[in-house]
């Protein structure tokens, strides 16, 4: 499956560390996710963005910080994190934000030592 | 987002037919019933989407009854491959980004 990449897959970082994630979609749809699935739980929206635009931010705390620099393209950058914010975190693109399949990506499983 | 009721988990072996019930008793006329498959370690995978009746694609069927309080996902043949965690979500899909998956049903195929 090449429609949604993300990088890298696996990271291990300290809480004092900066890191970004990255999610691309070759699949020309111009809505893009950020979702995190802990351990045991369900996967849990974090961001949406629309055309570049942001249109939900799910109560995230201000310590991951996401970026859309175009329709194909989303980072999600990280600093001071916590242990429990260990976690896959999995990019999902769709061809419109209202109604429409979304396609995942691998994820990326993050460790905070 | 109606709430979505299914088994934690189910067992089968190769060869056999694979049948997961979800409950939906608050669905909305609007509502579409979609399912995704998720492996271990990967993003989750839609399989397929209906509103009423039969739906059918090569990879599952998917029945839903007339009154549309529950679905049935039916899986023919699973092979191991096919070991995975399967979801039902329920949403109008004109208006529903939020896709809601609850802890969905585990699905161990063994040989």
């Known amino acids: 499956e090449t429609g949604v990449t993300q990088t890298p897959r696996h990271l291990v970082m300290g809480m004092t560390n900066k890191k970004s994630l990255k999610c691309e979609q070759h699949l020309g749809h111009n809505a893009m996710y950020w979702y995190k699935q802990s351990a045991k739980k369900p996967l849990e929206l974090m961001f949406v963005?629309?055309?570049?635009?942001?249109?939900e931010n799910n109560s995230v705390p201000s310590r991951f910080s996401p970026e859309c620099p175009n329709s194909s393209h989303l980072f999600l950058h990280l600093h001071t994190l916590q242990p429990e914010d260990s976690a896959l975190y999995l990019c999902a693109s769709s061809q419109k934000s209202m109604g429409d399949t979304q396609y995942f990506g691998p994820g990326t499983r993050l460790t905070v030592l | 987002l109606a709430k979505t009721t299914q088994p934690i988990s189910m067992d089968s072996y190769e060869g056999q037919e694979v049948n997961i019930t979800c409950s939906h008793n608050?669905?909305?006329?609007?509502?579409?019933i979609t399912w995704y498959q998720q492996f271990p370690s990967q993003g989750p995978r839609f399989i397929i989407q209906g509103y009423k009746t039969k739906v059918t694609n090569e990879v599952a069927s998917l029945f839903i009854p007339a009154d549309r309080k529950s679905s049935t996902l039916s899986l023919p043949r699973v092979s191991l491959s096919d070991t995975a965690v399967y979801y039902c979500?329920?949403?109008?899909?004109?208006?529903?980004?939020?896709?809601?998956f609850g802890a969905g049903t585990t699905v161990t195929v063994r040989a």
């Open positions: 608050n669905i909305a006329t609007n509502d579409y």
């Open positions: 979500l329920v949403g109008d899909m004109r208006y529903d980004y939020k896709l809601s």
């Open positions: 963005y629309n055309f570049k635009e942001q249109t």
